[in-house]
């Protein structure tokens, strides 16, 4: 039994730094609420034929997947298990019973792929299992805004000074993805999810003296096809302000706000 469990850790610890041979065709799938199901493409880029298993699960805060959970969701996911031949496709499909889920909110699931390639022939080589996980958010028919704009909707305030907190309120009903936040350059969060009507407060690093100038908040926000588009504002001292989309600048490959 104590060979047994230094091996899984070891397993575990390989496949974090392994690059599997299974893709997906998307970083995120968004579940739209107008049709039964969802949909996304598994791909084998191997030349050697794989087993691929799917399941999907509620998010949990450390990371780790149980099937327990997901058999309570009101989802089915197929195949399960499913072979991949070289270079081969599968399209695994996503499909909501019509009950059960929010509806006033925008619900976010993890769809896990582990790829258990076939055992090596060959002495002293070690097959791994790759585990990827992406987001799944099910967005329900009917809600309000345009998710496209539910980034620069966020609600920020706080003064950039020592030691002080910068809170953000998400008013919208979609969840925002917000990575690399900073302060005049300097970061204050390498990612952030925001949840539909939710509150969070982050801590602001402590910054030079600029003098009168105000101090600039930026940020990256991925869409819904796993792109990011960049945001810029100025800080507005104690009041509530929204950060719109950085504008083009043509002295520069950046932009400003």
Same mark, same amino acid.
């Given at each position: 039994?104590?060979?047994?469990? =230094? ?209 600039? =908040? ?40």
């Amino acid at each position: 039994m104590k060979y047994a469990y =230094l091996s899984g850790v070891l397993l575990t610890v390989i496949s974090g730094m392994a690059h599997g041979a299974v893709s997906l065709s998307g970083t995120r799938l968004i579940f739209d609420g107008r049709y039964n199901e969802a949909t996304i493409e598994v791909s084998n880029r191997s030349d050697a034929e794989t087993l691929i298993q799917a399941w999907l699960d509620a998010p949990r805060e450390d990371d780790q997947s149980g099937d327990t959970r997901a058999a309570d969701l009101p989802f089915a996911l197929t195949p399960h298990l499913v072979r991949l031949p070289a270079k081969g496709k599968q399209t695994l499909r996503l499909l909501y019973e019509g009950v059960g889920m929010p509806r006033d909110r925008e619900s976010m699931l993890h769809l896990y792929v582990l790829e258990i390639p076939r055992r090596s022939t060959a002495a002293q080589q070690l097959s791994i299992a790759i585990r990827q996980r992406i987001n799944v958010f099910y967005r329900p028919a009917g809600l309000t805004g345009d998710p496209a704009d539910a980034a620069q909707t966020l609600i920020w305030q706080g003064a950039p000074s020592p030691g002080a907190r910068l809170s953000v309120r998400n008013p919208t009903p979609y969840h925002v993805s917000l990575q690399d936040l900073r302060i005049n350059g300097v970061e204050v969060a390498d990612q952030r999810l925001l949840a539909p009507l939710s509150d969070a407060s982050l801590t602001l690093p402590v910054l030079g003296t600029k003098g009168s100038e105000p101090e600039i =908040l930026s940020f990256k926000a991925m869409t819904d096809y796993g792109g990011q588009r960049d945001y810029c504002a100025p800080v507005q001292g104690g009041q509530p302000f929204n950060v719109p989309l950085r504008m083009p600048d043509s002295h520069s490959l950046i932009g400003k706000c």
